[in-house]
C-alpha cells in the first residue's frame, strides 16, 4: 500500500463550550493543520489506538480520548470535551473521511503488515484483532471498531502502510 500522496480537508462543526466553531482539519503528509475560526495548529506524530489519540503541536505531547456517543463524536483533551457535529469532506481519492466506530479499520500508525487475522465475509466482534502491524520494533494488534461483517480487506502481510491507511472495512451489525 504505502503512502498514498493524498491529502485530506475536512471541514466540521466543533462544539466549544457550547458554541458551535467551524474547524478546518487539513491532512498534510505527516502533519495535520487544524484551523479553528482563522486560528491554526500544526499537529505531528498522530497515532490512535483503543480510542486514544497521541499527538505533538511543537515539542508538548497531547493525549486526547475519543468516543462516539449521543452527542456525536467526543474528543475530550486536556479535561475538556469537544464534540464533532458531522463534515462534509472527502479525501481526493473519493473516499469517505472515517470516524472511530463506523467500521473502517484504520492504521493508527505507518509500519508493515505482520498478520492479517481475518478475509471477506468473516464475522467479528467489537475489539477482535484484525491485522497485526509492526512499527518500531513493536508489534500492535490493530482491531474491530465495531461487530459486524468483513466487507474488504485491503492489506496482507509484508504491505507498508501510512498513518490513516483503511486496513479493512466492516459493515457494522444493526
Known amino acids: ?13 466543533l462544539s466549544i463550550d457550547n458554541v ?21 495548529y500544526v499537529a505531528s506524530g498522530a497515532s490512535i489506538s483503543d480510542g486514544v489519540l497521541n499527538f505533538f503541536v511543537g ?5 486526547a480520548f475519543v468516543s462516539k456517543n449521543i452527542l456525536g463524536t467526543q474528543i475530550t483533551l486536556n479535561g475538556r470535551d469537544y464534540f464533532l457535529r458531522g463534515h462534509d469532506g472527502e479525501e481526493e481519492t473519493g473516499e469517505r473521511f472515517h ?12 509500519g508493515s503488515i505482520v498478520v492479517v487475522n481475518v478475509k471477506q465475509g468473516d464475522q467479528v466482534n467489537r475489539g477482535d484483532t484484525v ?3 509492526e512499527a518500531m520494533k513493536m508489534q500492535n494488534e490493530i482491531t474491530s471498531p465495531v461487530q459486524g461483517t468483513v466487507q474488504q480487506v485491503n492489506c496482507e502481510p509484508g504491505d507498508q502502510v501510512g498513518f490513516g491507511d483503511v486496513l479493512a472495512e466492516i459493515k457494522p451489525e444493526g
Do not use: H
Request: glycine fraction near 12%.
Open 1 to 13: 500500500m504505502g503512502d498514498r500522496g493524498w491529502q485530506l480537508t475536512v471541514q466540521l462543526s
Open 20 to 40: 458551535e466553531r467551524k474547524v478546518t482539519l487539513e491532512k498534510k503528509g505527516d502533519t495535520y493543520v487544524i484551523t479553528v475560526e482563522g486560528r491554526s
Open 59 to 63: 515539542k508538548k505531547t497531547f493525549r
Open 99 to 110: 470516524y472511530v466506530g463506523d467500521g473502517a479499520v484504520e492504521a493508527p500508525m505507518p
Open 131 to 133: 491485522v497485526v502491524l
